[in-house]
Protein backbone atom coordinates (compact mmCIF):
# COMPACT_ATOMS: atom_id res chain seq x y z
CA UNK A 1 0.00 0.00 0.00
CA UNK A 2 1.87 3.29 -0.98
CA UNK A 3 -1.19 5.51 0.01
CA UNK A 4 -0.76 7.93 2.55
CA UNK A 5 -3.69 9.05 4.46
CA UNK A 6 -5.53 11.62 5.60
CA UNK A 7 -8.41 12.45 8.22
CA UNK A 8 -10.47 13.87 8.03
CA UNK A 9 -11.31 15.00 4.72
CA UNK A 10 -12.71 18.11 5.44
CA UNK A 11 -12.50 19.87 8.24
CA UNK A 12 -14.61 22.62 10.18
CA UNK A 13 -13.19 24.68 13.50
CA UNK A 14 -14.53 27.68 15.36
CA UNK A 15 -11.48 30.55 16.18
CA UNK A 16 -9.87 30.00 19.35
CA UNK A 17 -10.32 26.45 19.40
CA UNK A 18 -8.18 23.53 19.22
CA UNK A 19 -7.70 21.49 15.65
CA UNK A 20 -6.14 18.28 15.23
CA UNK A 21 -5.24 16.37 11.92
CA UNK A 22 -3.86 13.07 11.44
CA UNK A 23 -1.71 11.28 8.60
CA UNK A 24 -0.37 7.60 8.49
CA UNK A 25 1.33 5.55 5.99
CA UNK A 26 2.25 2.08 6.04
CA UNK A 27 5.75 2.21 3.80
CA UNK A 28 7.43 2.79 7.01
CA UNK A 29 8.88 5.83 5.69
CA UNK A 30 11.47 7.85 7.97
CA UNK A 31 10.04 11.31 7.27
CA UNK A 32 6.83 12.59 7.42
CA UNK A 33 6.01 16.16 6.12
CA UNK A 34 3.22 18.72 7.33
CA UNK A 35 2.50 21.47 4.30
CA UNK A 36 0.01 24.53 4.16
CA UNK A 37 -1.51 25.29 0.85
CA UNK A 38 -3.59 28.17 0.20
CA UNK A 39 -5.25 28.95 -3.26
CA UNK A 40 -3.01 30.01 -5.93
CA UNK A 41 0.14 29.84 -3.43
CA UNK A 42 2.83 27.39 -3.56
CA UNK A 43 2.49 24.82 -0.88
CA UNK A 44 4.27 26.32 2.42
CA UNK A 45 6.44 23.31 4.55
CA UNK A 46 5.21 23.75 8.10
CA UNK A 47 7.04 20.92 9.81
CA UNK A 48 8.54 17.84 9.10
CA UNK A 49 9.47 14.63 11.31
CA UNK A 50 12.83 12.63 10.37
CA UNK A 51 11.96 9.65 12.70
CA UNK A 52 11.52 10.67 16.21
CA UNK A 53 13.09 14.56 15.35
CA UNK A 54 10.55 17.16 14.93
CA UNK A 55 11.64 20.02 12.79
CA UNK A 56 9.57 23.35 12.22
CA UNK A 57 9.72 25.80 10.15
CA UNK A 58 10.79 29.17 11.89
CA UNK A 59 7.77 31.42 10.75
CA UNK A 60 5.50 28.70 12.01
CA UNK A 61 6.90 27.46 14.84
CA UNK A 62 4.70 28.78 17.33
CA UNK A 63 1.84 28.25 15.38
CA UNK A 64 1.61 24.38 14.73
CA UNK A 65 2.44 21.26 16.95
CA UNK A 66 2.77 17.53 15.69
CA UNK A 67 3.60 13.86 17.22
CA UNK A 68 4.57 10.90 16.06
CA UNK A 69 3.85 8.39 18.47
CA UNK A 70 5.13 5.80 16.09
CA UNK A 71 6.49 5.71 12.03
CA UNK A 72 3.41 5.16 10.62
CA UNK A 73 1.59 8.24 12.51
CA UNK A 74 2.15 11.85 11.81
CA UNK A 75 -0.75 14.74 13.43
CA UNK A 76 -0.75 18.38 13.03
CA UNK A 77 -1.80 20.24 15.93
CA UNK A 78 -3.13 24.08 16.21
CA UNK A 79 -4.06 24.89 19.85
CA UNK A 80 -5.84 27.92 18.95
CA UNK A 81 -7.81 28.54 15.31
CA UNK A 82 -7.39 32.03 13.79
CA UNK A 83 -9.45 32.80 10.25
CA UNK A 84 -5.68 32.50 8.75
CA UNK A 85 -5.77 28.75 9.21
CA UNK A 86 -8.07 28.14 6.82
CA UNK A 87 -6.13 26.15 3.78
CA UNK A 88 -6.15 22.73 2.93
CA UNK A 89 -3.39 21.11 4.82
CA UNK A 90 -0.87 18.62 3.15
CA UNK A 91 0.69 15.09 4.36
CA UNK A 92 3.98 13.51 2.65
CA UNK A 93 6.43 10.79 3.46
CA UNK A 94 9.44 10.29 2.25
CA UNK A 95 12.24 7.78 2.39
CA UNK A 96 14.04 9.56 0.09
CA UNK A 97 14.53 12.93 -1.41
CA UNK A 98 13.60 11.22 -5.32
CA UNK A 99 10.59 9.69 -3.71
CA UNK A 100 8.17 11.73 -2.27
CA UNK A 101 3.90 10.45 -1.74
CA UNK A 102 1.30 13.13 -0.81
CA UNK A 103 -2.14 12.47 1.02
CA UNK A 104 -5.25 13.86 -0.49
CA UNK A 105 -5.33 16.73 1.92
CA UNK A 106 -7.10 17.96 4.63
CA UNK A 107 -9.13 20.51 4.16
CA UNK A 108 -9.83 23.26 7.23
CA UNK A 109 -12.29 25.70 7.36
CA UNK A 110 -12.47 27.78 10.27
CA UNK A 111 -15.08 30.54 11.43
CA UNK B 1 11.71 35.26 -3.22
CA UNK B 2 9.93 33.07 -5.45
CA UNK B 3 12.74 30.39 -6.10
CA UNK B 4 10.57 28.43 -8.67
CA UNK B 5 8.45 30.34 -11.29
CA UNK B 6 6.07 28.46 -13.68
CA UNK B 7 4.48 29.62 -17.04
CA UNK B 8 2.27 29.91 -18.08
CA UNK B 9 0.31 30.73 -14.94
CA UNK B 10 -3.15 28.99 -16.58
CA UNK B 11 -3.57 27.58 -20.21
CA UNK B 12 -7.00 26.12 -22.19
CA UNK B 13 -6.59 23.53 -24.39
CA UNK B 14 -8.62 21.33 -26.30
CA UNK B 15 -8.90 17.79 -26.09
CA UNK B 16 -6.83 16.23 -28.29
CA UNK B 17 -4.33 19.08 -28.70
CA UNK B 18 -0.85 19.13 -27.01
CA UNK B 19 0.78 21.15 -24.61
CA UNK B 20 4.02 22.82 -22.88
CA UNK B 21 4.70 23.38 -19.31
CA UNK B 22 7.59 25.48 -18.54
CA UNK B 23 9.48 26.02 -15.21
CA UNK B 24 12.40 28.31 -14.52
CA UNK B 25 13.91 27.93 -10.87
CA UNK B 26 17.44 29.72 -9.21
CA UNK B 27 17.62 26.94 -6.58
CA UNK B 28 21.30 26.67 -5.62
CA UNK B 29 22.13 23.43 -5.29
CA UNK B 30 19.60 21.96 -7.94
CA UNK B 31 19.65 18.31 -6.78
CA UNK B 32 16.20 17.08 -8.50
CA UNK B 33 13.23 18.67 -10.05
CA UNK B 34 10.11 16.61 -9.97
CA UNK B 35 6.29 17.65 -11.60
CA UNK B 36 3.06 16.86 -9.58
CA UNK B 37 -0.32 17.15 -10.38
CA UNK B 38 -3.06 18.10 -8.58
CA UNK B 39 -6.96 17.16 -9.36
CA UNK B 40 -9.06 20.07 -7.78
CA UNK B 41 -9.38 19.54 -3.76
CA UNK B 42 -7.42 16.71 -3.99
CA UNK B 43 -3.62 15.52 -3.03
CA UNK B 44 -0.36 15.77 -5.59
CA UNK B 45 0.49 13.20 -7.42
CA UNK B 46 3.80 12.65 -9.15
CA UNK B 47 4.12 12.28 -12.96
CA UNK B 48 8.00 12.41 -13.21
CA UNK B 49 10.89 13.36 -11.43
CA UNK B 50 14.27 14.26 -13.21
CA UNK B 51 17.85 14.17 -11.44
CA UNK B 52 20.61 14.36 -14.12
CA UNK B 53 22.18 17.20 -15.89
CA UNK B 54 20.06 16.89 -19.17
CA UNK B 55 17.69 14.11 -18.23
CA UNK B 56 14.46 13.45 -20.24
CA UNK B 57 11.83 11.02 -18.88
CA UNK B 58 8.47 9.55 -19.97
CA UNK B 59 5.42 8.13 -18.60
CA UNK B 60 2.51 7.35 -20.85
CA UNK B 61 1.11 10.96 -22.56
CA UNK B 62 3.52 13.04 -20.18
CA UNK B 63 7.28 13.65 -20.96
CA UNK B 64 9.55 16.32 -19.25
CA UNK B 65 13.50 17.60 -19.88
CA UNK B 66 15.34 19.11 -17.45
CA UNK B 67 18.16 21.48 -18.32
CA UNK B 68 20.46 22.16 -15.41
CA UNK B 69 22.51 24.57 -16.62
CA UNK B 70 19.54 26.55 -17.69
CA UNK B 71 17.73 25.99 -14.55
CA UNK B 72 14.82 25.03 -16.52
CA UNK B 73 12.49 22.45 -17.12
CA UNK B 74 9.31 21.08 -19.06
CA UNK B 75 6.53 19.34 -19.24
CA UNK B 76 5.08 17.96 -22.30
CA UNK B 77 1.60 16.66 -22.38
CA UNK B 78 0.38 14.66 -25.66
CA UNK B 79 -3.02 14.55 -27.00
CA UNK B 80 -4.21 16.18 -23.84
CA UNK B 81 -7.95 14.64 -22.12
CA UNK B 82 -10.38 15.91 -20.12
CA UNK B 83 -9.14 14.11 -16.85
CA UNK B 84 -5.63 15.78 -17.41
CA UNK B 85 -7.78 19.34 -16.29
CA UNK B 86 -5.91 19.84 -13.32
CA UNK B 87 -2.53 22.06 -11.28
CA UNK B 88 0.49 20.90 -12.39
CA UNK B 89 3.16 22.08 -10.11
CA UNK B 90 7.02 21.83 -10.45
CA UNK B 91 9.04 21.03 -7.24
CA UNK B 92 13.04 21.74 -7.22
CA UNK B 93 14.85 19.45 -4.48
CA UNK B 94 18.28 21.67 -3.39
CA UNK B 95 19.31 17.81 -1.48
CA UNK B 96 19.55 14.31 -1.84
CA UNK B 97 18.15 13.36 1.22
CA UNK B 98 14.82 13.46 2.90
CA UNK B 99 16.30 16.20 4.76
CA UNK B 100 16.31 18.46 1.81
CA UNK B 101 14.37 21.28 1.14
CA UNK B 102 11.56 21.36 -1.60
CA UNK B 103 11.07 24.17 -3.50
CA UNK B 104 7.51 24.62 -4.68
CA UNK B 105 6.43 26.87 -7.89
CA UNK B 106 2.75 28.20 -7.96
CA UNK B 107 1.37 25.56 -10.50
CA UNK B 108 0.27 26.28 -14.18
CA UNK B 109 -3.77 25.83 -14.25
CA UNK B 110 -4.60 23.37 -17.32
CA UNK B 111 -7.80 23.55 -18.34
CA UNK B 112 -8.79 20.47 -21.49
CA UNK B 113 -12.24 21.77 -23.12
CA UNK B 114 -13.91 19.49 -25.86
Known amino acids: DTTVKQNPRYKLARVGKPVNLICSQT?????MYWYQKKPNQAPKLLLF???????READTFEKFQSSRPNNSFCSLYIGSAGLEYSAMYLC??????????FGSGTRLTVL | KTQVEQSPQSLVVRQGENCVLQ??????????LRWFKQDTGKGLVSLTV?????DKTSNGRYSATLDKDAKHSTLHITATLLDDTATYICVVGDRGSALGRLHFGAGTQLIVIP
Open chain 1, 27 to 31: MNHDT
Open chain 1, 49 to 55: YYDKILN
Open chain 2, 23 to 32: CNYSVTPDNH
Open chain 2, 50 to 54: LVHEN
Open chain 1, 92 to 101: ASSPSAETLY
